[in-house]
């Protein structure tokens, strides 16, 4: 029997990225919150597209190596007796 996609061992290994994601949802909440240069719709424009962009992009590169281990021969620990 197959294990199902994004089981508990894949969820762990990538783990590692909910850290800087964390981060990054923590900036976009205290500069849309709080935004000690003032409001500049350039600038805050700019910024929240650069953040926006990079949890995009590890969103993205998250999704895609789970799927690339889960593929993988070598990372497939099936428990059927064939």
């Known amino acids: 029997m197959s294990r199902r996609a994004f089981d508990a061992e894949v969820t762990l290994d990538l783990a590692v990225n909910l850290l800087p994601f964390l981060i990054m949802a923590f900036f976009v909440g205290v500069f849309a919150v709080f935004n000690p240069w003032g409001v ?3 600038q805050s424009a ?3 597209s650069i ?3 990079t ?3 590890l969103a993205v590169a998250t ?3 789970a799927r690339v281990i ?3 021969d070598r990372t497939r620990h099936d428990t ?3």
Do not use: R, V
């Open 51 to 53: 953040l926006f962009a």
């Open 46 to 48: 700019l910024q929240f």
């Open 55 to 57: 949890m995009g992009m």
């Open 70 to 72: 889960e593929t993988d």
């Open 40 to 42: 500049d719709p350039l």
């Open 80 to 82: 059927s007796d064939t």
């Open 63 to 65: 999704y895609l190596a």
